[in-house]
């Protein structure tokens, strides 16, 4: 990846993810699918802090901007948590297996972005 570098930061792991839901779905069913399931993964102790956002349009900020209409943003305490969270989910065992399928199986899979990112501990983010 250009202009990416290997730093050694301590800071805060987050997964960033732009989608879209399928034809029909709300909100609110997603944000309760979403919440069950970062829930479940804070109690296990993979992930210490989640949100979830719609794109606002903005003619001066908006370049390049992924097609996803809403953004999700999970945080992990470090590369080793998020590791673990992802093997965790990868397992596809309940209870983890059921929360993710709700939450998967209302979002356009052809609409789906993600990237993760480390912050520095002093940014002040």
């Not at 609110?28 to 102790?45: E, P, V, W």
């Not at 794109?55 to 908006?62: C, K, L, N, S, T």
């Amino acid at each position: 990846m250009r202009g990416l570098q290997m730093l050694e930061w301590t800071g805060v792991i987050r997964l960033h993810g732009t989608f879209d839901l399928d034809e029909g779905i709300g909100i609110a069913g997603y944000s309760q699918a979403f919440t069950a399931f970062c829930a479940h993964l804070k109690t296990m102790d993979y992930v210490s802090n989640w949100s979830l956002s719609r794109r606002v349009a903005h003619a001066g900020y908006e370049r390049l901007a992924p097609e996803g209409v809403y953004y999700i943003a999970i945080d992990f305490r470090d590369m080793a948590a998020a590791q673990a969270c992802y093997d965790y989910v990868a397992m596809d065992e309940e209870p983890i297996c059921s929360l993710h399928r709700a939450m998967n199986s209302i979002v356009d899979p052809a609409s789906t972005q993600f990237f993760m990112t480390e912050a520095q501990e002093e940014s002040g983010l």
